[in-house]
């Protein structure tokens, strides 16, 4: 059996990951406003709700919430996976925002192209399983 995690690692680890998601969602504002620059039409992805919602996760979830003892350690290691899986998710769905999943077609330019849909459709399938995951697991420690 492995000890648990000390909150000031997953601090550390939180910290890092808070890191890499304000650096991609930064790039996607950069990008929209190239664009709007060029008078072209500018909008968030789909894809970008999901680094958005991690990045909520990460910082209430992992920073606020523990420093005001609304959640557990287990809680907030459960919080950081999630905002993992998401952030994760998010880079998968945004190469299906930019349609790179199919070879040598041009891209739709649409808000939300049927790529992106089936990337968000996997994403929220593994983040079902791994909340279910949780709730077993949290349901089995219990008894």
Same mark, same amino acid.
């Given at each position: 059996?492995?000890?648990?995690?000390?909150? $000031?690692?997953?601090?550390?680890?939180?910290? /890092?990951?808070?890191?890499?998601?304000?650096?991609?969602?930064?790039?996607?504002?950069?990008?929209?406003?190239?664009? +709007?620059?060029?008078? $072209?039409? #500018?909008?968030?992805?789909? +894809?970008?709700?999901?680094?958005?919602?991690?990045? @909520?996760?990460?910082?209430?979830?992992?920073?606020?919430?523990? /420093?005001?003892? #609304? &959640?557990? /350690?287990?809680?907030?290691?459960?919080?950081?996976?999630?905002?993992?899986?998401?952030?994760?998710?998010? +880079? #998968?769905?945004?190469?299906?925002?930019?349609? %790179?999943?199919?070879?040598?077609?041009?891209?739709?330019? @649409?808000?939300?192209?049927?790529?992106? $849909?089936?990337?968000?459709? %996997? @994403?929220?399938? &593994? @983040?079902?399983?791994?909340?279910?995951?949780?709730? #077993?697991?949290?349901?089995?420690?219990?008894?």
């Amino acid at each position: 059996m492995s000890t648990p995690p000390d909150l $000031k690692d997953l601090w550390t680890v939180g910290g /890092v990951l808070l890191g890499f998601q304000v650096t991609a969602f930064s790039w996607r504002v950069a990008q929209e406003s190239r664009a +709007a620059e060029q008078n $072209k039409i #500018v909008w968030l992805p789909p +894809a970008d709700y999901l680094n958005l919602l991690a990045m @909520v996760l990460t910082s209430i979830g992992c920073f606020v919430a523990p /420093v005001v003892a #609304v &959640v557990s /350690v287990e809680a907030l290691r459960a919080m950081l996976g999630l905002a993992a899986l998401l952030f994760l998710g998010h +880079a #998968v769905a945004l190469a299906g925002h930019y349609e %790179l999943y199919s070879r040598g077609r041009n891209r739709s330019f @649409v808000w939300w192209p049927p790529q992106e $849909k089936v990337a968000i459709l %996997l @994403v929220a399938l &593994v @983040v079902t399983a791994y909340l279910g995951l949780i709730l #077993v697991r949290a349901s089995t420690e219990s008894r």
